[in-house]
């Protein structure tokens, strides 16, 4: 993976890979990664059934995204379409969503931000739809902290520039967003980080409902979900190599 100014360092030496140690992943394209990352999203339930799309700036400008005829749980390394930066397709014969124009917005506000996702996902799609922030009530909900935006000046879909325009405007320095009655965004700085907020965002979704159907529970405290956030920038260690050891598992054809 790629490496960041304002990374936890003292986190990332402690965990480095031992002497001998095996490597946790092989060696992986930039597009095996983000078709690594469909496959493991769209198991946490972005799955929308066409719906979606992941963007990847690369550090040459050009942005990397899944194409709009295929399903995240069945495209290849080999599908992925490179774009310039002004959104042309560069190197497919595959189509691209025109809702990308909110993706692109958001990599040209935000030069931190390498990697932008959306999808209509199931959990914190249904807090989206009830206009409802979830509380976070356990450890695995709170990894990237407690803020979690709501947008609600849903106008129609975001295939309209003026529309989404001003959600990537609203959305500001955020790492994430529900969109109202829509589905939920997710930003980051690699992919790594990207998915860590993603699954974080899910699990806390679904928590949070299945507390609320159970009768009710107490949530952490700010200052509890402070420390578990620490997780946050790096991403939890190990566990997107772990998650994408599994979609490899499942599918070697995947990086192909
Ligand atoms: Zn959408």
Redesign the pocket.
């Known amino acids: 993976m790629k490496k960041y100014e304002g990374l936890n360092q003292a986190m990332l030496e402690q965990y480095a890979p031992r002497p001998g140690q095996r490597a946790l992943l092989p060696e992986l394209s930039d597009k095996a990664q983000v078709a690594l990352m469909c496959r493991m999203l769209t198991r946490e339930g972005w799955n929308e059934h066409i719906?979606?799309h992941i963007t990847y700036r690369l550090d040459n400008g050009n942005i990397l995204t899944n194409p709009w005829e295929l399903a995240w749980g069945e495209l290849t390394a080999s599908d992925i379409v490179t774009l310039d930066p002004q959104g042309q397709i560069i190197d497919s014969d595959w189509n691209v969503t025109p809702?990308i124009g909110l993706h692109l917005q958001l990599h040209a506000l935000r030069p931190d931000t390498h990697v932008v996702i959306?999808?209509?996902a199931h959990w914190s799609g249904i807090w989206a739809c009830m206009q409802r922030v979830p509380p976070v009530y356990d450890q695995a909900s709170g990894y990237c902290g407690v803020e979690l935006p709501l947008y609600n000046e849903y106008e129609g879909?975001?295939e309209d520039q003026a529309t989404s325009l001003s959600a990537a405007e609203a959305l500001g320095d955020a790492k994430w967003a529900l969109?109202a009655n829509?589905?939920s965004l997710v930003v980051g700085r690699d992919l790594r980080q990207a998915h860590l907020r993603v699954i974080t965002l899910e699990w806390r979704s679904k928590r949070a409902y299945e507390v609320a159907l159970a009768g009710g529970g107490k949530p952490l405290s700010d200052e509890e979900v402070k420390k578990l956030s620490i997780a946050d920038d790096n991403g939890f260690p190990f566990c997107w190599e772990a998650m994408a050891r599994k979609e490899l598992r499942l599918d070697p054809t995947l990086v192909d």
């Open positions: 719906a979606g809702a959306h999808n209509h879909t975001f969109l829509h589905g």
